[in-house]
């Protein structure tokens, strides 16, 4: 079992950045692909980034690439998504989920996905 706790998102200017944390229980973080996903009101949920469990492979949605970073930290069990340069069109529940047991290096569908953080609010204003 594997839960997963994000923080970081609020209320930041077109422009500004944000950046947000998941936790994860469990000794399985370490060998996870972990992802980040969002979903604004009215819309499906959608991709975001994703890194492998060694940070060697990372994969962006076009849409955020060069200005969001996923990262992690394996001993403190911990992924992170930097966001720079928002725009009012990232405004979205950021979720953070998890891949056990991976078998390719990155996945960008959300069912493929086997546990999901609670989400956490970001609004970018203009």
């Known amino acids: 079992q594997v839960q997963l706790v994000e923080s970081g998102g609020g209320l930041v200017q077109a422009g500004g950045s944000l950046r947000l944390s998941c936790a994860a229980s469990?000794?399985?973080?370490?060998?996870?692909?972990m992802g980040w996903f969002r979903q604004a009101p009215g819309k499906e949920r959608e991709f975001v980034a994703t890194i492998n469990f060694n940070s060697f492979t990372t994969y962006y949605h076009d849409s955020v690439k060069g200005r969001f970073t996923i990262s992690r930290d394996n001993a403190k069990n911990t992924v992170y998504l930097q966001m720079n340069s928002l725009k009012p069109e990232d405004t979205a529940v950021y979720y953070c989920?998890?891949?056990?047991?991976?078998?390719?290096?990155?996945?960008?569908?959300?069912?493929?996905?086997?546990?999901w953080g609670q989400g956490t609010q970001v609004t970018v204003s203009s």
């Open positions: 989920a998890a891949v056990l047991y991976s078998k390719r290096y990155y996945y960008t569908a959300w069912n493929e996905y086997d546990y």
């Open positions: 469990g000794r399985t973080f370490s060998s996870a692909t």
